[in-house]
T-cell receptor, first 113, second 110 residues
Framework: NAGVTQTPKFRVLKTGQSMTLLCAQDMNHEYMYWYRQDPGMGLRLIHYSVGEGTTAKGEVPDGYNVSRLKKQNFLLGLESAAPSQTSVYFC????????????FGQGTRLTVV | TQLLEQSPQFLSIQEGENLTVYCNSSSVFSSLQWYRQEPGEGPVLLVTVVTGGEVKKLKRLTFQFGDARKDSSLHITAAQPGDTGLYLCAGEDSNYQLIWGAGTKLIIKP
């Protein structure tokens, strides 16, 4: 089972460049999330979606945009990358919000130089 | 801002020893989840505790939710090298969002 798949796995960007991270899930989950993980800070929610065509801001949304045009895909965009966005990005999905298991992708390690 | 504090941040012990890691908050959570994350991978759910005082066991791992649903602990008996990883707790708040702790990095030496 594929579960949650993220592409790419690694990327190096120059300051000011743009890119899109793709997340795909094959579990028919309604909820999808984008997190960033930085040393000593745990997982911080960037944006999330409660269903196809919906998006909402999380804890640290500035500098990022998202889209959920299809239920199985959740895209995270960086329009003008900054060094502060160097991080490991994780996509996750869950059947519902409430107390249910979140399934994570393997992560994308992004370095902005 | 709700916070979940995990302690210790780092723990390195010998195989066969016992250990406990803690997850504490001043906020009440509807439920609390424990995840384990290995290098280069995403977190994987170990257990969800829902009721205050609840204890769940997963082989050598024992999870407890505090009576007031503000804290939790994970106890590992006779730790093995395969237990090595980053242990994360996440509490579900009243808005159905998960609040994450920073994690405990555990290393079990053979």
């Amino acid at each position: 089972n594929a579960g949650v798949t993220q592409t790419p796995k690694f990327r190096v960007l120059k300051t000011g460049q743009s890119m899109t991270l793709l997340c795909a899930q094959d579990m028919n989950h309604e909820y999808m999330y984008w997190y960033r993980q930085d040393p000593g800070m745990g997982l911080r929610l960037i944006h999330y979606s409660v269903g196809e065509g919906t998006t909402a801001k999380g804890e640290v949304p500035d500098g990022y945009n998202v889209s959920r045009l299809k239920k199985q895909n959740f895209l995270l965009g960086l329009e003008s990358a900054a060094p502060s966005q160097t991080s490991v990005y994780f996509c996750a999905s869950s059947y519902t919000h409430r107390g249910t298991e979140a399934f994570f992708g393997q992560g994308t390690r992004l370095t902005v130089v | 801002t709700q916070l979940l504090e995990q302690s210790p941040q780092f723990l390195s012990i010998q195989e066969g020893e016992n250990l406990t890691v803690y997850c504490n908050s001043s906020s009440v959570f509807s439920s609390l989840q424990w995840y384990r994350q290995e290098p280069g991978e995403g977190p994987v759910l170990l257990v969800t505790v829902v009721t205050g005082g609840e204890v769940k066991k997963l082989k050598r791992l024992t999870f407890q939710f505090g009576d007031a649903r503000k804290d939790s602990s994970l106890h590992i008996t006779a730790a093995q090298p395969g237990d090595t990883g980053l242990y994360l707790c996440a509490g579900e708040d009243s808005n159905y969002q998960l609040i994450w702790g920073a994690g405990t990095k555990l290393i079990i030496k053979p």
